[in-house]
DNA sequence: CTAATGTCTCTAGTAACTATAGCTTCAAGA
DNA sequence: TCTTGAAGCTATAGTTACTAGAGACATTAG
């Protein structure tokens, strides 16, 4: 039994009788498709918990680390803060308080991601717009400018040459 | 007349017959909704030009900034990096070339969008879905985050307790 | 056993701002 | 005219969320 094992053992055995997971950071990079410094910069910040370390005093996590580490992605790929993640977190860790906060932090974030899907609807009409517009000719003719610029305050950007 | 406006009468006089306008940093700022570090930080990089100086070494910006600035805020608004924008602006510099590839720049963002839309467009589901499920219970029962541990590698971070 | 790959720490860099400190300038009222 | 408070100046440092590099030690495949 490797020593890294033994860490593991010690810190968890999970409910099915089969052999404790144990991955190095490499394997939760893989697993997680989080890069490897990015893992160790959780650590540094407290989002991931300290793992184990094996004799040769490298990194040794279990399944909660790769679960918490998906947890951390996924929140911010759909755009949530380290600050919500963390709300997120510490609300996690304390399951007998009521839900209220955590509806208030998914309520918050869903009317945020309300109004960026609007934004990015009228954008994307913009952008439909512009590459439609601007087919094959010369950028003084071309929409893309002036769209950007006209939205703003009914200013042409162009007109300046 | 002011040294402002001596300068700014050098630097440009528009179409119209009447008196050119002229800014400070402020006025910019309140006209643009860009906070007036963020103006000066523009200018440090080189995304907007050097304006003219007061006797008193007060910036004094002209219509073509604003316009400039509110590109710059639009762009940035609808997601376009910095180093896009500078693309987009140094292409409106040059007329003369074809807008093949504004178009590319303009296509390539469309992409992005439409993808960030479907992906918003999923999470907004979800944050739905747990706005609604978690209604006055307690932390233990609110899916919130299972949801966001689920949806990552089908792990339940809950478990850990 | 050696070579290649992986991991370690530490520092510094990135984008896109934002804030602070300590000063000068400007505009408006007494 | 003086003064006082807002606005502006420069310069530096902090923020968020990473990413990259250097140089040393660990692990693993052949």
């Known amino acids: ?16 009788g089969k052999s404790v997971e144990s991955f190095t950071i490499g394997q939760l990079s ?18 991931l918990p300290e793992p184990g370390r094996s004799a040769g005093n490298q990194r ?13 992605r996924h929140s911010r790929e759909l755009g949530f803060s380290q600050a919500e993640i963390r709300q997120l977190l510490e609300l996690s860790d ?11 932090i998914a309520q918050k974030h869903l009317d945020e991601v309300n109004h960026r899907i609007s ?3 009228s954008l994307k009409a ?4 512009m590459v ?19 939205h703003a305050h009914g200013n042409c950007l162009t007109a300046e040459h």
């Open 132 to 150: 439609h517009a601007c087919q094959g000719g010369k950028v003084e003719d071309c929409r893309v400018i002036d769209t950007l610029a006209d």
């Open 60 to 72: 040794v996590y279990g399944q909660q680390h790769l679960s918490r580490l998906a947890f951390i």
């Open 94 to 104: 304390h399951p007998d308080q009521p839900c209220a906060e955590i509806n208030a």
């Open 1 to 16: 039994m490797t020593v890294a094992q033994k860490i593991l053992d010690a810190e968890k055995t999970m409910g099915s």
């Open 126 to 129: 913009e952008l439909e717009r």
């Open 30 to 47: 893989r697993e997680t498709g989080c890069k490897v410094p990015t893992i160790r910069y959780y650590e540094q910040i407290g989002l």
């Open 119 to 121: 934004r990015l609807e």
